[in-house]
């Protein structure tokens, strides 16, 4: 029996989109093509170039464990090197011949057993396998916060940074306490002439020094490749024992010690009683994403640095009213409010099984089964998809994994068992209670809000350890799909 000639489909170059495109033309299925609305591959990475910007996860780990890197320069890189190494990847692997820049796809309708895809230029496209690599961090979400269009000076998002805009010697309000306004601060406290960070939220922050690898490292890396695999074995190991474990186990060691940790961080090295009261959450470390910083503590304890936790009640032409009537006067205002994470793949308009739109199927929530597949959409398959390890794994680790158990759901069609493959109703419905039963007990349900938080309160993200999810991604159970020859 001839093997049916496949043609895929992926919507996105970024990290995952890129690995998708290098493990089809390994596995021999090479018609392909990738759909990037922008210039150039990257995702998250090519959208953020914000002073600071770093990776939590450390290099080693960060990256393909079939395309190890030798020459990361720090043991959290900066953001432009992992750019660079997503650019080195795709061309070292002749992916630039088969992606379409600057063509957003706009829709994907499942008709006559195929996928029809539609972008922004009017270029259409049939495809058998969409392989969804869109990203979690990737719409901006802006605050609502009155006046903020009738601000004088420049306004930005981290995410959409305007490099034009000088800021040495000049007012900068930030607003926002997540990671990347800790990075910012930290970047550009001894830049301004004053900086104003506006927090809602104080976060726990996790001390992590970020020593730089000598050359003679990188060195040793170049020469011998196995010392780098096993770095990267051990870093994995230590990630998922210390952290990606801790935090499913509210009540773990480990999730205890972690505490211990950012408690000391913020008692020794916040001296100023009134600022370091301002800086204590009342919520347990890691319940909101945990921060990592050597120096944040430092930054917003200079003299030319405030923070301000009264409420913001209006944005003005001068800069920032508060709530206590005070004007905070600013040359630049910078919005660190993250992601619209519940998007995926919209604003794409997707059609699945007798015209089922994507909207009516995640009319309450997104959801799909391991994150992967959603019932009534055959042949579309989701990296960093709902519900998934989002929260407190190596993405590019999880993404590896998950594209070795969609290639087995591939190879279901490329055998002929099948023509159309996606996750049953009642197989998600079952993970899906199974998943909010087991989130009760992670460090995420102890008491804050978080962007991990679905409109119910139920942590959206993976809820268990990491040697469970390498054991679910080793082999799907075909019993939990719906399979049409």
């Not at 927090?199 to 010392?227: C, D, G, H, K, M």
């Amino acid at each position: 029996m001839n093997e049916p000639r496949l043609r895929f489909g992926i919507v996105g170059a970024g990290m995952a989109g890129i690995l998708s495109a290098i493990k089809l033309k390994e596995a021999g299925l090479d018609d392909i093509t990738v759909y990037e609305k922008a210039d150039r591959v990257g995702g998250t990475w090519r959208e953020n170039t914000y002073p600071g910007l770093s990776c939590d996860v450390p290099s080693h780990l960060y990256s393909y464990s079939f395309d190890l890197n030798p020459d990361w320069s720090h043991l959290f890189s900066p953001g432009a090197e992992i750019q660079a190494y997503f650019e080195r990847i795709a061309g070292e692997h002749d992916l630039l011949r088969c992606i379409r820049f600057s063509d957003e796809v706009v829709s994907c309708e499942f008709t006559g057993g195929r996928w029809h895809l539609a972008t922004a230029s009017g270029h259409r496209d049939e495809v058998d396998v969409v392989i969804a690599a869109t990203g979690v961090l990737h719409h901006p979400k802006y605050p609502e916060i009155d006046g903020l269009d009738s601000f004088g000076g420049p306004t930005f998002h981290s995410a959409r940074w305007d490099h034009s805009i000088p800021l040495a010697g000049r007012r900068v309000g930030i607003i926002g306490t997540g990671s990347t306004a800790v990075q910012i601060v930290s970047a550009i406290v001894d830049e301004v002439d004053n900086l104003s960070l506006f927090q809602r939220t104080a976060q726990w922050i996790l001390p992590q020094a970020n020593p730089a690898y000598s050359e003679e490292e990188r060195e040793a890396f170049r020469r011998e490749p196995q010392v780098m695999a096993d770095l990267h074995e051990n870093l994995s190991k230590l990630f998922a024992d210390g952290f990606a474990n801790a935090v499913v186990d509210a009540e773990s060691p480990q999730m205890k010690l972690l505490e211990e940790a950012c408690r000391a961080n913020l008692e020794q090295n916040v001296h100023d009683p009134d600022l370091r009261d301002k800086l204590r959450p009342d919520y347990r470390a890691a319940c909101k994403r945990l921060i990592i910083s050597p120096d944040f503590y430092e930054a917003i304890a200079k003299p030319n640095a405030e923070l301000v936790t009264e409420g913001i009640e209006a944005i003005v032409p001068d800069g920032v009213r508060t709530r206590d009537g005070r004007l905070h006067e600013l040359d630049v205002l910078v919005l660190a409010t993250g992601f619209k994470v519940d998007a995926f793949m919209r604003p794409m308009a997707i059609t699945g099984r007798n015209g089922r739109g994507l909207d009516e199927a995640w009319r309450d929530r997104p959801q799909a089964y391991l994150s992967i597949s959603i019932p009534g959409f055959p042949n579309l398959f989701m990296l960093n998809g709902p519900n998934g390890p989002v929260g407190n794994f190596s993405l590019i680790e999880v993404a590896e994994l998950q594209f070795g158990y969609i290639m087995q759901l591939i190879d279901c069609i490329r055998s002929g068992r099948c023509r159309e493959i996606s996750a049953s109703a009642s197989a998600l419905e079952a993970f899906e209670a199974e998943r909010e039963e087991a989130a009760k007990g992670t460090v995420w349900m102890t008491g804050c809000r978080s962007w991990y938080l679905d409109d119910r309160g139920i942590p959206a993200v993976w809820p268990w350890t990491f040697d469970r999810f390498r054991a679910e991604m080793s082999a799907p159970d075909i019993s939990d799909y719906e399979l049409v020859s």
